[in-house]
């Protein structure tokens, strides 16, 4: 299997949580992949993708639930392909929603989790190719606890209050992200499951309560 260079971890990973936030963005090396595009995701549209609204015909809109008022969402087409995707290629590229400029399958290595089932076989792929690198060993710890993080979440969900985690991908690593100092805490041992389900919570929060209104 031929690897794709996904950066420093580190540097990523500083750089991911910002995003998290609202905060900038990360550059992804796509190079020739386009399974964001093929694999049957709906794109979430905020009030602030005005450009985007423009250029996406009405009719392939619909209300988004459990999102901030304004926000849309464009269902993918029956065959997992955007409806923007035209002749091999992003027909509003250069007006593509925030989502579009968000998305980053490096959280699906980061975590040690597949994306998804049979319809993200092309993430997939990808995510078992792309190899990080590590400046340092605290690098190694922090890659090592986001997966801790993931693991637990995905393990563990009868230890939250009312078993309320995520357990769809990529919610389980975009809980990781923003969580995984739990486990760098050396007295995580000492910690029953409980106890540790609640540090994710609390530490989720805080994150959360960190981000740009209308983002998280």
Not at 38 to 46: A, H, K, V
Not at 76 to 99: D, E, F, K, V
Not at 121 to 135: S, T
Request: hydrophobic letters at 40%.
């Amino acid at each position: 299997m031929s690897m794709v260079a996904a950066g420093s971890f580190g540097e990523w990973l500083e750089q991911a949580r910002a995003a998290l936030k609202g905060h900038g963005g990360t550059q992804v090396p796509c190079g020739e992949c386009t399974g964001c595009c093929t694999s049957g995701y709906s794109i979430q549209l905020r009030p602030e993708d005005s450009e985007a609204v423009k250029a996406i015909p009405a009719d392939l809109l619909v209300t988004a639930p459990g999102f901030s008022s304004g926000s849309q969402t464009m269902p993918a087409l029956p065959n997992g392909l955007c409806p923007m995707r035209q002749s091999g290629t992003c027909s509003i590229y250069a007006h593509r929603p925030q989502t579009c400029l968000d998305y980053d399958c490096r959280i699906f290595a980061a975590a040690g989790i597949a994306a998804g089932g049979p319809d993200k076989d092309v993430i997939n792929k990808r995510v078992r190719e792309w190899d990080f690198c590590y400046e340092s060993e605290s690098d190694r710890q922090m890659h090592r606890a986001v997966q801790q993080a993931a693991a637990f979440i995905r393990e563990k969900r009868d230890r939250f209050p009312g078993g309320r985690v995520p357990t769809a991908p990529t919610g389980v690593a975009v809980l990781a992200l923003k969580t995984y100092t739990v486990f760098m805490d050396p007295g995580i041992e000492m910690k029953s499951e409980v106890q540790v389900a609640a540090d994710i919570v609390a530490a989720g929060r805080a994150f959360d309560a960190e981000a740009e209104p209308n983002w998280t």
